[in-house]
T-cell receptor
Framework: GENVEQHPSTLSVQEGDSAVIKCTYSDSASNYFPWYKQELGKRPQLIIDIRSNVGEKKDQRIAVTLNKTAKHFSLHITETQPEDSAVYFC????????????FGIGTKLQVIP | NAGVTQTPKFQVLKTGQSMTLQCAQDMNHEYMSWYRQDPGMGLRLIHY???????DQGEVPNGYNVSRSTTEDFPLRLLSAAPSQTSVYFC?????????FGSGTRLTVV
C-alpha cells in the first residue's frame, strides 16, 4: 500500500541472529500498528501490535518499537529460529480513517540453520 | 467457535463467468473486509463493512461487489471474471484492532 512502506523485501539471517523489519507510515493520526506473520500457504496471523501511547512492546523473542515523530515502527526478532521463516507484514490505516487498513508489501524472512 | 470461514478454497473460472466467494464469522465481529494478495504487492483492500447493511470501497474495488445482510456473512461477488482477478483472496474480521483472517481462496481465471 502506498501509505505504508516496508523494508527490506527479503531478509536472510543465520539462526540465532536478530532480524529487524521497518515500516514507515504517512498518516500522523494513526494510533495502532500491528504485525502479521504468514507462513507458506497459510493465512496471515497477528503476532504483535503496539498503540501510539507506548514506544515499545515485547513478547518473548519479538518486539515492536514505534517512533511517532519519524512515523515509523519496527519488528525485532531476537535469537531467530528456523520456524521464524515466513513473510511478515506491517499494517496501518489509510489516510482518512482507521476503517481502511493498508498493508506493507511484506518481508520474506529466511532463517538459515 | 470456527473463527472466519471461507469457501471455496480453490476455484478456476473462465473469463466472463461470475461467482461468489463466501465468508462467514461466528465471533460477532462488526467489521469485515476482503483483501486480495498478489506476489510483490502485499494485501490490498477490496471492500469492507463496519456492520450489517453498511459497505464501502477499499483500494481496488473495481470488478467486485459485496453485501452485508447479516453480521455473520460478507460475500464477495465477481461480476465478470477477468485474468487480472487471478489472486488469493482473504476475508478478515476484527473486533477492536487486530484482524482474524480466513484460510483464503485461490482463484484462477483462464
Amino acid at each position: 500500500g502506498e501509505n505504508v512502506e516496508q523494508h527490506p523485501s527479503t531478509l536472510s539471517v543465520q539462526e540465532g541472529d536478530s532480524a529487524v523489519i521497518k515500516c514507515t507510515y504517512s498518516d500522523s493520526a494513526s494510533n495502532y500498528f500491528p504485525w502479521y506473520k504468514q507462513e507458506l500457504g497459510k493465512r496471515p496471523q497477528l503476532i504483535i501490535d503496539i498503540r501510539s501511547n507506548v514506544g515499545e512492546k515485547k513478547d518473548q523473542r519479538i518486539a515492536v518499537t514505534l517512533n511517532k515523530t519519524a512515523k515509523h515502527f519496527s519488528l525485532h526478532i531476537t535469537e531467530t529460529q528456523p520456524e521464524d521463516s515466513a513473510v511478515y507484514f506491517c499494517a496501518a490505516p489509510l489516510s482518512g480513517g482507521y476503517q481502511k487498513v493498508t498493508f506493507g508489501i511484506g518481508t520474506k524472512l529466511q532463517v538459515i540453520p | 467457535n470456527a473463527g472466519v470461514t471461507q469457501t471455496p478454497k480453490f476455484q478456476v473460472l473462465k473469463t466472463g463467468q461470475s461467482m461468489t466467494l463466501q465468508c462467514a464469522q461466528d465471533m460477532n465481529h462488526e467489521y469485515m473486509s476482503w483483501y486480495r494478495q498478489d506476489p510483490g504487492m502485499g494485501l490490498r483492500l477490496i471492500h469492507y463493512s463496519v456492520g450489517a447493511g453498511i459497505t464501502d470501497q477499499g483500494e481496488v474495488p473495481n470488478g467486485y461487489n459485496v453485501s452485508r445482510s447479516t453480521t455473520e456473512d460478507f460475500p464477495l461477488r465477481l461480476l465478470s471474471a477477468a485474468p487480472s482477478q487471478t489472486s488469493v483472496y482473504f476475508c478478515a474480521s476484527r473486533s477492536g484492532d487486530g484482524y482474524t483472517f480466513g484460510s483464503g481462496t485461490r482463484l484462477t481465471v483462464v
